[in-house]
């Protein structure tokens, strides 16, 4: 496993500028991860939202708190992402070098 992530990470640092490559495929994704960041808290405002105009009905109170559950654990998952990805990336690619 361990000469197939090598030979990968290699494969790819010959394709283009070593740190460069790195640099992109990084941007690329931490932009990526952005925009569902973006997502997630919009998701959690309209929720919110939901909840404020939900005049006290159940059904839409309900509703509303889930929406927020939902872009909380979104957001979570996000955060997530980003730290795993980065992670990964800087040691497969940063580690073959």
Same mark, same amino acid.
């Given at each position: 496993?361990?000469?197939?992530?090598?030979?990968?990470?290699?494969?790819?640092?010959?394709?283009?500028?070593?740190?460069?490559?790195?640099?992109?495929?990084? #941007?690329?994704?931490?932009? &990526? *991860?952005?925009? $569902?960041?973006?997502?997630? !808290?919009?998701?959690? %405002?309209?929720?919110? +939202? @939901?909840?404020?105009?939900?005049?006290?009905?159940?059904?839409?109170?309900?509703?509303?708190?889930?929406?927020?559950?939902? #872009?909380?654990?979104?957001? &979570? *998952?996000?955060? $997530?992402?980003?730290?795993? !990805?980065?992670?990964? %990336?800087?040691?497969? +690619? @940063?580690?073959?070098?």
């Amino acid at each position: 496993m361990n000469q197939l992530v090598s030979t990968v990470a290699t494969t790819i640092n010959n394709v283009g500028d070593e740190s460069g490559l790195e640099d992109k495929i990084i #941007g690329i994704l931490n932009a &990526v *991860i952005a925009v $569902l960041g973006i997502v997630a !808290v919009i998701v959690i %405002i309209m929720g919110g +939202i @939901g909840y404020m105009t939900s005049s006290g009905d159940a059904g839409k109170v309900k509703k509303a708190k889930d929406t927020i559950l939902y #872009g909380v654990i979104g957001l &979570v *998952i996000v955060a $997530l992402s980003f730290a795993i !990805v980065n992670f990964v %990336i800087g040691n497969i +690619i @940063g580690g073959a070098q």
